[in-house]
């Protein structure tokens, strides 16, 4: 939620916003409108109170002469009822204005890059040594900007579907049967591969000063619209029937909700938390992306890097977690790219989002793999989370990043360490896997 005293001081800053994100600025004019109703109203109530006050003076004097207070008692009634309708219709002007604020976005950092969609969004780096065939030289050159490092892929690689299906370590079919799409039982290799994928980020982050907790994998409303925005609400929330009660779609919102309506003391800033959980997602606007294997699935495990902290030491931190990232995926030697995400396609809550995305070969093209963004103090107004200073109760700043997510981060393995129908295991993933390669017919 943004800084409502601020919207007041400074609308032009807001204004802007909306302009630079190419957005109608109808809802700052509307809560203009409604803000000035609740002003005027606050008027009215505070010279109603005061009239009440003088009465009730008068009333005592009239009564210590003996004289009659009818009129004044009657005027106090009738001043009681219009403080009653005053207050009810403050109750819904108030409810209507904090719809309207939570659903003005977040200031963006001045380094975000203009554009309309994911096509505008900016590349920043690239890292790793990409296998590329020769049809999708062209597009490896303009993604990286002539910038990436590449060899020419020999290798007849195939799609991780058709791969899963070959080595017999992934249903797909027959968890369709039973759950419906956008599901899959992961079996013996490929599931013990996502285990130590979930394992080694674990520690990875744990040797980075990160508390590691399993955060409940449901929260109530309070707190799911507070750590969250309407799009992802709507796009990705299940909802418990006949409960307060949602799926988590990432252990962000739980651990962003950790604080709720709670002070934070200074000295205890930053407090770093890899969550883990399982992750359950309706992808209500993904019809017909990636509709086979498990790129793009309802449930899948999640390593998320969260960061509470002081105002002043956000930015330092948003660059904090994009090199563990990077390090982590550079760890695993996936070839990625860093790209600054542009004011058409940042969503809501973010003042600024990195995402990383992996190179694929098999879909000759970069993925997704990690969104690194800062909400600055625009969750923690939503949740009301706080820190003390000197006194002062500030709004803490919130950030976070992904670790892994393991089903994508299991398909960028397939298609990058494949070989003739083996797979082999990042070498980082073989203490924790305990093979070093998956192959047809393995116990």
Known sequence: MIDIKLLREKPELFYEDMKRRSRDDSLIREFFNIDNQWKSNVRKENDLRKEKNALSIEI???????????????????????????????GKIEEDRLSIVSRIPNILHPSVPSGASDEDNKFVKFAGKAKVTGTN???????????????????????????MEMLNIADIARAGKISGARFYFLKERLFKLEMA???????????????????????????????????????????????????????????????????????????????YSACFRKEAGAHGKDSKGIFRVHNFKKVEQFIFSKEEDSWDFHEELLRNTEDLLGSLEIPYRVINVCTGDIGSLAAKKYDIEGWFPVQGKFRELASISNDTDYQARSLNIRYREKGELKYAHTLNGTAVASTRTLVAIMENFQNKGIIEVPKVLIPYAGFDHIELNQD
Do not use: C
């Open 197 to 275: 994928l979930v394992n080694y980020a674990i520690d990875f982050l744990s040797q980075r000063q990160f508390t590691v907790m399993e955060p409940p994998p449901m929260i109530n409303k309070r707190a799911i619209w507070g750590a969250t925005d309407m799009e992802t609400f709507n796009e990705a929330v299940y909802k418990i029937e006949d409960e307060d009660l949602y799926l988590i779609s990432t252990s962000e919102h739980p651990v962003a909700a950790m604080f709720m309506d709670e002070i934070i003391e200074s000295e205890e800033l930053p407090v770093r938390i890899a969550g």
């Open 60 to 90: 005592s004097k009239l009564m210590k002469q003996g004289l009659d207070t009818t009129h004044n008692k009657d005027r106090v009634r009738e001043i009681n009822e219009e403080l009653k309708k005053i207050s009810e219709e403050q």
């Open 137 to 163: 030289i062209a597009e490896f050159r303009k993604a990286t900007e002539n910038q990436g490092i590449f060899e020419d892929d020999d290798v007849e690689r195939i799609s991780h579907v058709d791969l």
